[in-house]
C-alpha cells in the first residue's frame, strides 16, 4: 500500500458509540478530499463496518486494533485478520502497548498476529515503546531491539508495514520525550532496520504518545518521522484535522 506523508493515524481505542463514531468518520471524511497525505482511524469492532461504509469513496484507512493469529476457532472475544478484512478493514494496529503490558501480550504471539494480518493483506501498524523504567534507566533501544527482534517475522513483504514508537510513558500522559530524543530514536530506528532488513529499510515510522495539535508540526518535521499515531486527540476531528494539517497533509 502506498503511504504518501504525512501518514497521520488515529487509534479510538474503546471509545465510540455507533452515533458519535459515525458523526466523527463522518466529519473527517468531507475533509478528505483530493488529499496530499495518509490518513487512517482504527474505531473498536463493533463499529467498524459501519465506519468503513460511512468513509468508503474516500482514501482514508480503516483498520482494527487487534486481531488473532488464528483465522477462525474456540477464541472468545477475539476477532481474527479474515473478520476484519471482511468488515471494510484494510489496516489493523499490533502490539500496542495497551495490549503489551495492560494484557500481557508477548512478542512471539504479537509476531503470529502480524503474519496473520499479512496473509489477509492488511497493512499492520506494528506498535514498540519502552516503559517509563526502562527509559530511566537507560534501556531505550534495547527495548526496542528486542521487540522488532521479537514480533517481527523473518521475510516482511513490501509496502504492508508501519512501525510506531510509542514510549508507554507518553501515552495518554501529556508528556512526550524532547524532539532530540524522538529525532535520536527514530534515527536509531531508521539505522536498525536498514541494516537489519535491507528491503524494507525504509518503511513508514511513526510517533505515537501525547501528539497535540499544538505539537505535531515540530514531531513530523523530525527528520525518519512519518507521521503519528494519535489516541486522545483522533477523538475530535476538529484537533486530529489540524495534526493532519500541521504536518503538511491537505
Ligand atoms: P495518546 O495515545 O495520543 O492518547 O497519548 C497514543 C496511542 O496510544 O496510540
Redesign the pocket.
Same mark, same amino acid.
Given at each position: 500500500m502506498s503511504l504518501p506523508r504525512p501518514i497521520v493515524f488515529g487509534?479510538w $481505542?474503546m471509545h465510540g458509540l455507533r452515533r458519535d463514531a459515525l458523526a466523527l468518520a463522518g466529519s473527517l471524511a468531507e475533509r478528505y478530499v483530493r488529499p496530499s497525505g495518509s490518513l487512517g482511524i482504527f474505531p473498536p469492532f463493533t463499529v467498524l463496518a459501519e465506519v468503513a461504509r460511512r468513509v468508503a469513496g474516500t482514501r482514508m484507512i480503516v483498520g482494527g486494533q487487534d486481531c488473532h493469529d488464528r483465522p477462525e476457532g474456540p477464541f472468545t472475544g477475539c476477532v481474527s485478520a479474515p473478520m476484519l478484512a471482511d468488515a471494510g478493514a484494510r489496516a489493523v *494496529?499490533l502490539g500496542? !502497548? =495497551?495490549r503489551r503490558h495492560g494484557l500481557g501480550e508477548r512478542d512471539e504471539w504479537i509476531c503470529r498476529k502480524v503474519q496473520a494480518a499479512w496473509g489477509s493483506g492488511l497493512l499492520v501498524v506494528l506498535?514498540i515503546g519502552e516503559t517509563e523504567a526502562e527509559w530511566l534507566a537507560g534501556r531505550r533501544f534495547e527495548v526496542l531491539d528486542r521487540q522488532l527482534a521479537g514480533s517481527l517475522p523473518e521475510e516482511v513483504p513490501a509496502g504492508r508495514l508501519v512501525i510506531?514508537y =510509542?514510549p508507554v510513558w507518553? *501515552? /495518554?500522559? /501529556?508528556r512526550t520525550p524532547t524532539l532530540e530524543d524522538i529525532r535520536d530514536t527514530h534515527a536509531w530506528l531508521r539505522q536498525r532496520l536498514r541494516a537489519r532488513r535491507p528491503a524494507v529499510g525504509d518503511l513508514p515510522l511513526l510517533y /505515537?504518545? !501525547? #501528539? $497535540?495539535p499544538e505539537n505535531a508540526g515540530d514531531i513530523m518535521a523530525q527528520p525518519d518521522v512519518d507521521g503519528v499515531? #494519535?489516541? /486522545?486527540? !483522533?477523538l475530535d476531528p476538529e484537533q486530529f484535522w489540524r495534526i493532519y494539517l500541521a504536518g503538511g497533509g491537505s
Open positions: 487509534n $481505542k *494496529i500496542h !502497548s =495497551e506498535c510506531a =510509542e507518553a *501515552i /495518554g500522559t /501529556g /505515537g504518545g !501525547s #501528539v $497535540k499515531l #494519535v489516541g /486522545g486527540a !483522533s
